[in-house]
């Protein structure tokens, strides 16, 4: 089958067959249903431009932004709402969960009603949420405006990477993934910097609160921008929604993520026995259906068919266990450094200012290494980042509780640097075959895995590290997880060992 080029603009996206196709090119599974040929546009609208990618760019930036700002404020939040720590785990939780669940809901939503129609409503309530979340006078309410806000986000964050594969090809889709994994990856630092600097200033009396009512003017001016610049794609014949399955996929990332993120806090009560005891029969039953609805004709809201892409199943494997370490670590930094260390919040967020800028200059000069490297730049990507993250431990072992930021900065730097290296590019070898039709829920597949991968490493290696640090040196403690993490990230290194060496 030829490759497909993809062509969108203001209106539907439609498919044509480019002359240079090469009968060698990537193909979707003959299972497939949703694959089609043929249609050619008479008056194609024109694809994303340079201010319509700032603007869904924007968008990804802040629901990541906010599923880690909140780490450096949760001692404030605690102080000024008397959470408590259970409380405080749903404020992180509650929005982590709702974002999670409903990713996949999202990106077929947009590819039924219209992704720039989802993008605006998306950011439009992601807007009034963060207004609610500032505004909310107790503890209960903050928790319910951050599921809120995690929905709200779920609407968006498709519609960014289904708008960018459905309207842009060849090298401008290259720039835009690589600017769109270096944004992904800035935002997560910077969510935790800009958490700690503005509730350090105190705007206005605002403390924490400023975390979030600062969203509501950025939502303005990327609504007005998007009004504007971003053209409108959807798929072509848009599949009805898979209820059964959205109901089953809910089911099973909450029966595995919410008590392993509330168990510690809430002392392991039977509740999170119960979930976790349902959720191999949430997943498998969600798999039998969909494999049953793709089997007969119908679209699934997961496609079994998708995961016969070579690229798609490879890149999944390496995001897994590479979010699942840089969720935990975003954690466990924030509260080594301020509880264990007693540095400000704007202090702890500072720390991690060289992340932040070694993540996004090499990130900039990915198209470059990969048209000269291909694959080979992730496995180097790892190889650093694990050099990194050895150094951080073997700083944290031999100076703790000595610290400084200064003493950090090596391990950072080199940490943030293989990240960049290899986040970009995994983005682009999961998306490289998925057809344009698709984009949508394969946007939605791959942010889910990453969101939950996020969530899981906060869990997994929250919780690790704060079960040691209770019964021993907060040093020892932080030391041990960063060596738990490095497994992660040579895992990552092995498994980029199978790449292809080319990405499309």
Known sequence: MKKLWYQAGAGPIVDTVPPTASPASPAVSPTSTAVRTGAVADHPAPGLGPLGLFTVLLGAALPLIDFFIVNVALPTIDHDLAAGPAMLELVVAGYGLAYAVLLV????????????????????????????????????????????QGAAAALMLPQVLATIHSSTAGARRAKALSLYGATGGLAMVAGQILGGVLVAADLWGSGWRAIFLVNVPVVVAGLLLAVRTVPETRSERPAPLDVLGTLLLGLALLTLLAPLTEGRAA??????????????????????????????GRTPLVPPSLFALVSLRRGLALLLPFSLGFGGFMFVIAVALQQGLRMSAVVSGLA??????AFFGVSLAGPRLVRRWGARVVTAGGLVQGLGIALLALTAWRSWPDLSAWSLLPGVALA???????????????????????????????????QSALALGVATLGSLFLSLSATGSMGTALTVTLLVQLAAVLLTVCLSLRLPRTVN
């Open 352 to 357: 991690l200012v060289p992340m932040a800028v």
């Open 267 to 296: 002392g392991w009560p039977l509740w999170t026995w119960v979930a976790l005891g349902i959720f191999p029969f949430a997943a498998a039953g969600f798999w039998w259906v969909e494999l049953r609805a793709d089997r007969r």
């Open 416 to 450: 943030g640097l293989g990240q960049g290296l290899q986040l970009p590019v995994l983005f682009r070898i999961v998306l490289s075959e998925i057809p344009a039709d698709r984009a949508g829920v394969g946007s939605g597949v791959m942010v889910t895995t990453q």
């Open 105 to 148: 809901l999202g990106g077929r939503l947009g590819d039924l009603f219209g992704r720039r129609r989802l993008f605006l409503a998306g950011m439009a309530a992601f807007g009034l949420t963060s207004l609610a979340c500032g505004l909310a006078p107790d503890a209960w309410t903050l928790v319910g405006a951050r599921v809120a």
